[in-house]
């Protein structure tokens, strides 16, 4: 049990960084304080390449993962003995 737990952990640490990084390089979407005074013109609104959707993908996993990693170890501290 307590390999799997330390398995769990290492896990979830890795999965955190990856998802606050993955959040943190996602391209804005505007409404931000800076659209206010008239900043933020963009383009291409609405409009998403392939790394925009590759990004998109990673933080979605990484999210899921995540929480089942965070579901599993409550279980493991659940029922140890």
Known sequence: MDAL???LQVLLVMTSAVLILSILLHKGKGGGLSD???GGI?????????????????TIVSAVLWGVVIV????LQKFAV
Do not use: H, K, Q, Y
């Open 72 to 75: 599993l170890l409550g279980l």
């Open 36 to 38: 206010m005074f008239g």
């Open 42 to 58: 963009t383009s291409s609104i609405g409009s998403s390449g392939v790394a925009e959707r590759n990004l998109d993908r990673i």
């Open 5 to 7: 737990r330390i398995i």
